[in-house]
């Protein structure tokens, strides 16, 4: 009977997440235009994922090292076990983004729209197709616009999930343009919709995301990517195995 109530509950989303994407289509499609109007494409995404989660009663609470100055560009490098990510992502940061993703969301019903306009495809089966990626990335991190990349590139198979390891290329960014790297942990959006939610729903609940304090790149070379890399990976697993043992004991 709870799985489906938790069943039901991801098709309830689901249709919230569809009616107030077509509800904002005519305005998201007149601001796709323009990559001028991309910053207001980006807080239509923002009303429009607060409001089709809260609808069904899933929240999002986020918890800061240190205060984040959003005037500043970045790289933001979150886990990732839930659809959920994006939206909490999309109200993490307050200045204009994109997402870089695989590039299948291009085809998504409600992601295509994006990621073919302020959001970047990658193919990442294609070296030349990579390549390009992350030049139009580093393109728009030099114009201003923080960049949100899922380091693990996936949603990973297991479940419980568990943090796999990071791809290279947002940490390269990072370096070569000394761009800060924000590390977030996305505490349990796993345990109120996994991955799409089409195998174990999705249930009522409050994401608790953790944005740890920005590492600077600025004396960094090249040759440091590797280590900022494993560096962001430790930070974000040690916040993960902190968070399982206090649920854990209580």
Not at 112 to 133: C, H, K, M, Q, W
Not at 159 to 185: C, D, Q, S, W
Request: glycine share 4%; with cysteine.
């Amino acid at each position: 009977m709870k799985m489906i109530l938790k069943k039901v509950h991801v098709y309830l989303y689901q249709a919230s997440v569809a009616f107030f994407y077509f509800l904002l289509w005519p305005f998201l499609y007149y601001f796709s235009h323009k990559p001028a109007h991309y910053k207001s494409m980006n807080a239509l995404r923002r009303v429009w994922g607060y409001i089709s989660s809260l609808l069904v009663g899933i929240r999002y609470r986020f918890d800061y090292e240190v205060p984040i100055d959003w005037s500043k560009t970045y790289i933001v490098t979150p886990n990732h076990t839930s659809n959920l990510d994006i939206t909490a992502m999309s109200l993490l940061v307050k200045s204009n983004c994109c997402f870089m993703g695989k590039e299948e969301l291009v085809n998504g019903l409600v992601t295509g729209l994006f990621f073919r306009t302020v959001d970047i495809p990658v193919n990442r089966e294609s070296r030349v197709a990579s390549f390009r990626a992350f030049k139009q990335a580093m393109e728009r991190l030099e114009s201003g616009i923080t960049v949100i990349i899922f380091p693990e590139a996936t949603i990973p198979d297991p479940y419980p999930p568990r943090l796999h390891a990071f791809k290279n290329g947002p940490f390269r960014m990072a370096i070569e343009l000394k761009i800060p790297i924000i590390p977030v942990t996305s505490l349990n959006t796993w345990n109120i919709l996994w991955d799409n939610g089409h195998k174990f729903g999705s249930k009522p609940g409050v994401c608790n995301i953790f944005v740890h304090k920005p590492i600077e790149t600025a004396h960094l070379t090249i040759n440091d990517a590797d280590a900022l890399r494993d560096e962001v990976h430790s930070v974000i697993n040690k916040k993960l195995k902190q968070h399982d043992h206090r649920r854990k004991n209580g």
